[in-house]
């Protein structure tokens, strides 16, 4: 349940400095104490039914909507350097779908999973392959609905500034 919460966080974290770069700290602030509600309110309603997973669950949505609210205000005062918002839209659908289908992968591997209960080679190996399995149907999907992102990456790792 917290692993999702990484998909936010990473965009919460780039749509945040986004925001300090034009010396705008209010609203990142602002929307952090909105998250901070909800997680809050999801806590409470979520850990009572499902323990600690619920509480993950509840992080993973305040995050979501935190970097949701940033990415959508952020459009509003500054755009994104003349890309259109149908755009946007679609790289972060390309996004969401992908991070389902890594969910699918992991939730159907979990059966194999269950008995990595402590450090071991054999747990090592059957958890890496489930990372890897997922890291792939992600890398697929996004890549099969037209993503640039895996290939913008690459590009940012050689060094290479000729997109």
């Known amino acids: 349940a917290y692993a999702f919460t990484l998909v936010g966080l990473g965009q919460a974290k780039v749509m ?4 300090f770069a034009q010396r705008e700290t209010k609203t990142p602030m602002w929307c952090s104490l909105a998250s901070l509600v909800v997680f809050a309110v999801g806590c409470f309603v979520l850990a009572g039914k499902h323990g600690t997973p619920g509480i993950g669950l509840a992080n993973t949505i305040a995050v979501g909507l935190y970097a949701v609210i940033l990415t959508v205000v952020y459009s509003i005062f500054f755009g994104f350097g003349g890309k259109s918002k149908i755009e946007l839209v679609r790289a972060i659908a390309r996004q969401v779908v992908g991070c389902a289908a890594l969910g699918i992968v992991i939730f159907h591997l979990a059966p194999w ?30 890549l099969v609905l037209g993503g640039r ?7 940012g790792f050689r060094g290479d500034s000729t997109e």
Do not use: H, N, P
């Open 149 to 155: 992102e895996i290939s913008a990456m690459w590009i």
């Open 113 to 142: 999973l269950a008995d990595v209960q402590t450090t071991s080679l054999v747990g090592l190996v059957k958890v890496g392959g489930a990372a890897l399995a997922a890291g792939a149907a992600y890398i697929l999907v996004v």
């Open 16 to 19: 945040a400095s986004a925001f």
